[in-house]
């Protein structure tokens, strides 16, 4: 039995505003190994790093946006926006469910994401975790998580 790529969603992953090009290459490498469709960048651009051994930007899309509102502008048609960041207003992990569609942003690690951002996420996940994590480890495990639930929201 074929399966329409529709029925099971997508989903892109990328960072505001990055602090090290090596969590970049990291982040991509599982984005590559965990079915993201696209990867991005906000703010700070993507530089080639030997971290990202399997060469993920040359295996699916790499999107770059100058500012938050030229990304929010050309979200994919139909998905919602799931920020992660660490507040009291954002749903545990654990209790989420992924939509079929979505895009996952993550902050760097010294500022996370920016308020405007926070704002126009459809949804805020966190953690359990009183500190924050890199933002590598963060997407990994997001990524593992929405692959490991088998039902989706929306």
């Not at 090009?21 to 991005?40: C, D, H, K, T």
């Not at 770059?64 to 545990?92: R, S």
């Amino acid at each position: 039995m074929r399966i329409n790529n529709l029925e099971q969603g997508f989903f892109g992953i990328g960072i505001q505003n990055g602090k090290t090009p090596e969590n970049l290459g990291v982040l991509w490498r599982s984005a590559q190994n965990m079915g993201a469709s696209f990867i991005y960048t906000i703010g700070n651009r993507y530089a080639k790093q030997a971290c990202d051994t399997h060469k993920a930007v040359g295996a699916m899309p790499y999107f770059h946006y100058k500012t938050f509102e030229d990304f929010y502008a050309h979200l994919p048609k139909g998905a919602m926006l799931v920020g992660v960041e660490l507040t009291d207003e954002a749903e545990a992990l654990e209790t989420f469910k992924h939509p079929r569609r979505c895009v996952y942003l993550l902050g760097a690690e010294d500022h996370g994401l920016s308020k405007e951002a926070i704002e126009k996420s459809h949804f805020l996940v966190k953690f359990q975790s009183s500190l924050s994590l890199n933002v590598s480890v963060a997407g990994s495990i997001i990524m593992y998580d929405r692959s490991s639930k088998t039902h989706f929201s929306t």
